[in-house]
C-alpha cells in the first residue's frame, strides 16, 4: 500500500512538473506574441497618422490651388466687364450710326 501511494505521490510530481513546464513555455509563447502584436499596433498606429497628415496636407494644397484659381477667374471677369463698359458708348454709337444710314438710304 505504502507502495502505491509513493508512485502517486512521485507521477503527481512528474505530472506537476510537466504542467508547469508547459505553462512556462506557453507564457514564452503569449510573451513573444504580445510584443509582435503591440509592434504591428505600433505600426498601424503610426500608418495611420501619416495618412492622416497627407489627407491634410493635401487637402490644403487642393484648396490653395482652387484659391488661386478663383482669383484668377474674378480678375479675369473683372477685365471682360471693364471692357463691355469700355467700349459700350463705341457701341452705341456704332448702332446710331447704322440706323442713321438706313434711314438716309
Given at each position: 500500500?505504502t507502495?502505491?501511494?509513493?508512485?502517486?505521490?512521485?507521477?503527481?510530481?512528474?505530472f506537476?512538473y510537466?504542467?508547469?513546464?508547459?505553462i512556462l513555455?506557453?507564457?514564452?509563447?503569449?510573451?513573444?506574441?504580445?510584443?509582435?502584436?503591440?509592434?504591428?499596433?505600433?505600426?498601424?498606429?503610426r500608418?495611420?497618422?501619416?495618412f492622416?497628415?497627407?489627407?491634410?496636407?493635401?487637402?490644403?494644397?487642393?484648396?490653395?490651388e482652387?484659391?488661386?484659381e478663383?482669383?484668377?477667374?474674378?480678375?479675369?471677369?473683372?477685365?471682360?466687364?471693364?471692357?463691355?463698359?469700355?467700349?459700350l458708348?463705341?457701341?452705341?454709337?456704332?448702332?446710331?450710326?447704322?440706323?442713321?444710314?438706313?434711314?438716309?438710304?
Amino acid at each position: 500500500m505504502t507502495h502505491v501511494l509513493i508512485a502517486l505521490v512521485a507521477s503527481s510530481f512528474v505530472f506537476e512538473y510537466w504542467l508547469l513546464r508547459k505553462i512556462l513555455k506557453l507564457n514564452k509563447e503569449n510573451k513573444i506574441h504580445r510584443k509582435s502584436l503591440q509592434k504591428a499596433l505600433e505600426a498601424l498606429a503610426r500608418d495611420g497618422h501619416n495618412f492622416q497628415a497627407g489627407i491634410s496636407r493635401d487637402t490644403k494644397s487642393q484648396k490653395d490651388e482652387l484659391l488661386i484659381e478663383v482669383k484668377r477667374i474674378n480678375k479675369r471677369v473683372d477685365v471682360l466687364k471693364r471692357d463691355i463698359i469700355n467700349s459700350l458708348p463705341t457701341q452705341i454709337r456704332k448702332v446710331i450710326g447704322h440706323i442713321e444710314f438706313s434711314q438716309k438710304a
